[in-house]
């Protein structure tokens, strides 16, 4: 089984000074998803599915159109639900990620002011992963190791969704700890490419990551993270 992760295309954080919840991509986020159609449309996949945001949306609609699929969202994979400030100064999002960032590594869980926890978005995601792969026969064994029982090996899975989700999800199955730092743990640039592997460890099976934040697919001038 390989399970294919793709970060969402450049967003427009930032419009005109002002804060952009769900943001659509920018002019360079869109050429990024054209190369990614490139990359990926000679590939066969079981299933590609996309987070419900704008970003992601539409990071997918290239590539979809090449592969002739309809567009099939699953909500789970939807990235931290931040704050209601759309439409403030980007000055308000930049203290605000400035101050996480100077807290005490134990006090991130809190994550943003009123905005969703991270120990809740993590909690999210990884009950989310292990429902959407329980309802494909993948399961994490009764084992002290990260081993899983997986009933269709040959499945091709396309994720196209969020640094948050993708890491959150990755780390899952490599069975890492969560952190409130899982952005950190896996640097992805924008429109990147990360697969996982299921490798068959005798009676089970393990995750190996064989490809991590690929950009290769971008021109140089347009890899942006």
Wanted: glycine share 6%.
């Amino acid at each position: 089984m390989e399970i294919v992760f793709v970060r969402h295309a450049q967003p427009e954080w930032v419009r005109e000074g002002l804060n952009v919840v769900n943001p659509p991509l920018t002019d360079l986020g869109h050429r990024q998803a054209t190369q990614l159609a490139d990359a990926l449309a000679g590939e066969d996949f079981d299933e590609v599915l996309v987070s419900p945001l704008t970003r992601a949306r539409q990071t997918a609609a290239p590539l979809l159109e090449r592969l002739g699929r309809d567009e099939a969202i699953d909500d789970w994979l939807e990235e931290i639900r931040d704050p209601g400030w759309h439409g403030t100064p980007a000055e308000k999002a930049e203290q605000a990620y400035r101050e996480m960032r100077e807290r005490p590594v134990d006090h991130r869980w809190a994550g943003l002011e009123d905005g969703e926890p991270v120990r809740d978005f993590v909690d999210r995601i990884r009950l989310g992963a292990s429902l959407f792969l329980a309802e494909r026969g993948v399961g994490r064994a009764e084992h002290d190791l990260p081993v899983w029982k997986v009933a269709e090996p040959g499945a091709r899975i396309l994720l196209i969704a969020h640094a948050g989700t993708n890491s959150v999800t990755m780390s899952h199955l490599l069975g890492l700890e969560p952190t409130p730092w899982e952005w950190d743990r896996f640097v992805l640039g924008h429109a990147s490419i990360s697969r996982l592997e299921a490798i068959p460890v005798h009676e089970f099976h393990t995750f190996s990551l064989t490809k991590l934040s690929d950009t290769e697919h971008l021109a140089a001038a347009d890899r942006t993270r």
